[in-house]
Every structure is written in structure tokens, then in C-alpha cells.
């Protein structure tokens, strides 16, 4: 059906660097451009960073020059380089396809939590 999981988050001092990484079923990663979202409570699961399957990505404005994506296409594997992390990027971060993989319903992984403090 489709599997996706996050890890890699935690809790930092703004300035501070975190990487996440994500492994996805073949299905949804081999014919997909892959995405890191994120969504904090009370809104909607914004996009942050899209990478296609040969290396073109693309940035939502508030993290350009700070966050890097990156996949790795022979272990279905999709990274998010975060530096200089800010207060406001605290959030669950998912990553997924672009646009969102769905059967039915959009499939989503459990998310990983990224907390910045100032």
C-alpha cells in the first residue's frame, strides 16, 4: 500500500542543526518527486522542500539558504538538512511525494517532531 518513515528530529537551541531522514516504500519513492511538509497545530501541513527523482528541488521561501533536501534513489531515502533553525520551524515535519501520495486517502508516515527554542 504505501509505507513512510520519519526520524531524525528533536529539540534545539535556535542557530542549531538538525537532520531528518525519511525511508519510503518503492512504490511511493520510485516514481515520485519526494517532499519534506510540516504542520503545527491549528494549521495546515505546509509544504517546506521538494526534490525530484533527478535532483531538481525546490524551497518554500522561509527556508531557502538554510534547509537542503536531498534523496538517495537506490535506498528509497529522502534527507532534510536543516541549519540555523529558527523558533518558527518548530513543527511535526512528514515527508511524502509531491504532490502527496494517495490510494484513496492521502498516506501519511507518523511524522518527527522538530521543537527550536529561543
Known amino acids: 500500500q504505501g509505507q513512510l518513515v520519519e526520524s531524525g528530529g528533536g529539540s534545539v537551541q535556535a542557530g542549531g542543526s538538525l537532520r531528518l531522514s525519511c525511508v519510503a516504500s518503492g512504490n511511493i519513492f520510485k516514481v515520485n518527486a519526494m517532499a519534506w511538509y510540516r504542520q503545527t497545530p491549528g494549521r495546515q501541513r505546509e509544504l517546506v522542500a521538494a526534490?525530484?527523482?533527478?535532483?531538481?528541488?525546490n524551497y518554500a521561501d522561509f527556508v531557502k539558504g538554510r534547509f537542503t533536501i536531498s534523496r538517495n534513489n537506490a535506498r528509497y531515502t529522502v534527507s532534510l538538512q536543516m541549519h540555523n533553525l529558527k523558533p518558527e520551524d518548530t513543527a511535526v515535519y512528514y515527508c511524502?511525494?509531491?504532490?502527496?501520495?494517495?490510494?484513496?486517502?492521502?498516506?501519511w508516515g507518523q511524522g518527527t517532531q522538530v521543537t527550536v527554542s529561543s
Open positions: 526534490v525530484t527523482s533527478g535532483g531538481d528541488t
Open positions: 511524502n511525494a509531491f504532490p502527496p501520495y494517495r490510494i484513496v486517502n492521502e498516506i
